[in-house]
Structures are given as C-alpha cells and as structure tokens.
C-alpha cells in the first residue's frame, strides 16, 4: 500500500519560512515523479514543483527563485523548502506521487496516482 505522509505546514508571517516534508513508502516504481500541489480555498489544485527520481526538478512560475524542492532517495522523502513567503502562497499544501511518463506535464494532477493527506500553509501579511 502506498501511503505519502507530508509534514511542516503552520502559519508564519510574510517574508517568512517554512519546510514541508513528504515522505513515500510503498511503491514499487523504478522511475517516479514526486510533486507538490498547493489548493486555496475555492481554487483548483495548482502544481508547485516536482522532482524526478533523476534529480530533474521543475518550478511554477509563481514560486522560482523562492522555493526549493529536494530528495533524499534512501530515506525516500521529499522536501519543499518555502522561502519569502507570500500571503498568496496560503494553502494546503499535497504531495502527490506517480511514475514517470517522459513527455507528461508535471503539473497536472489528474495524472498523479497517489496523493497525501495535505498540510496547511497560512502566511499573514
């Protein structure tokens, strides 16, 4: 059974930091993709980044500069790294999870098979 457990969400200020954790257990692919989505209140799931089992990493253009994803393979977590954080960077925050389809957006996620539970993000301005 594949189970992805996100931790690191809270409220901080605008300006501030946070650092999500994901951490996979369970699946069997050789080859994955592991995103973070964000969804605000009313809003569609948007994708903020990914990280291929390669090291490959993709950004939102809304989050360059200011987020960073990163893996540690052998602990088979990933992390999100929230910097200058933005009082529309609110959310709750979802790590998702599935193999790896060369050609495939990484920001779509109707395309991800597994999915965590959420973590909220709160910044106040």
């Known amino acids: 059974q594949v189970q992805l457990v996100e931790s690191g969400g809270g409220s901080v200020q605008a300006g501030g930091s946070l650092r999500l954790s994901c951490a996979a257990s369970g699946y069997t692919y050789s080859s994955r993709v592991m995103g973070w989505f964000r969804q605000a209140p009313g809003k569609d799931r948007r994708g903020v980044a990914c990280?291929?089992?390669?090291?490959?990493?993709y950004y939102a253009d809304s989050v360059k500069g200011r987020f960073t994803i990163s893996q540690d393979n052998a602990k088979n977590t990933v992390y999100l790294e929230m910097n200058s954080l933005k009082p529309e960077d609110t959310a709750m925050y979802y790590c998702a999870l599935r193999e790896t389809k060369y050609g495939a957006a990484w920001y779509v996620p109707q395309d991800y098979a597994y999915w965590g539970q959420g973590t909220q993000v709160t910044v106040s301005s």
């Open positions: 990280i291929y089992t390669t090291g490959l990493t």
